[in-house]
């Protein structure tokens, strides 16, 4: 089994990256791990996810989740970003961890957000810049940054219209409703939810299965690919080794 483990640069006080990375027979896994702080996002945080995601390229499928059982992603981290206080320093941060969301929802192959903690605030926004959202049954998640009198800034907005549609994203976010994981699933929000006790395995077993060599194609079909590139996209996976190596194995099956 081939694995590795990215060693970050960038620490924090306790001498311990914020963002980790591992990659494991091509599943490159991102860990926010930021327990003081509930995994918040604050501005190293940032760095060290433009880092990590540098060093994901490659990978057949990517995971994002984040460290305990607590929170996915709590927000941005309330105490380091109260030191923006101009409209320029705002407008910044919103263009900078919005460059990350886009680089989430624009990874080559699928992307997973794995929901081991409540997702709020702008941990909701990172949530639906993945693909596919699964989730531990005891969490929360929701777009609730109208209780500071402001508004999702990292293109989590458009997503969620893009998800439950307009109306039900306007409600949603504009009243800052907090969802319970069996809710967030029924309107599309979730797209699979698991006991506590099988989650991790879970995530893990959907990680796996989607880091083949035909996912990323199939992504980008679904993103809006031409029927001649759809044809192509199938075509090259079509004579690649890979295939004919589980065709062999499935016509010689029973022999």
């Known amino acids: 089994m081939l694995f590795s483990k990215f060693q970050n640069s960038n620490i924090n006080s306790e001498n311990k990256p914020m963002v980790d990375l591992e990659v494991e027979d091509g599943l490159a896994i991102v860990t926010i791990d930021r327990p003081h702080a509930r995994n918040a996002i604050a501005p190293e ?66 992307v997973v957000a794995a929901l081991n903690g409540h997702a709020l605030g702008g941990g909701a926004e990172v949530a639906v810049a993945a693909d596919i959202r699964i989730a531990a049954s005891d969490i929360r998640i929701g777009f609730n940054q109208s209780s500071l ?33 069996e809710e967030a699933e029924r309107i599309g929000l979730v797209d699979r939810v698991l006991p506590r006790e099988a989650f991790d395995e879970g995530w893990r077993a959907l990680g796996r299965s989607l880091a083949n060599g035909s996912s990323a194609s199939i992504k980008r079909v679904m993103n809006g690919a031409t029927p001649a590139e759809a044809v192509d996209a199938f075509a090259r996976l079509w004579v690649a080794d890979a295939h004919w190596e589980a065709a062999e194995k499935v016509m010689n099956r029973g022999r």
């Open 45 to 110: 945080t940032m760095d060290q996810l433009e880092k990590v995601l540098d060093a994901a390229a490659g990978a057949r499928a990517l995971v994002i989740r984040g460290a305990g059982d607590k929170a996915f992603v709590s927000g941005g981290d309330l105490k380091e970003l109260a030191k923006l206080r101009t409209h320029e320093e705002a407008a910044d941060m919103a263009r900078r961890m919005r460059a990350i969301c886009d680089r989430i929802a624009e990874f080559p192959a699928p």
């Open 149 to 181: 009198a402001i508004m999702p800034a990292w293109g989590g907005a458009e997503r969620l219209a893009a998800l439950v549609g307009r109306g039900r994203g306007l409600m949603l976010a504009g009243a800052g409703t907090i969802l319970r994981a």
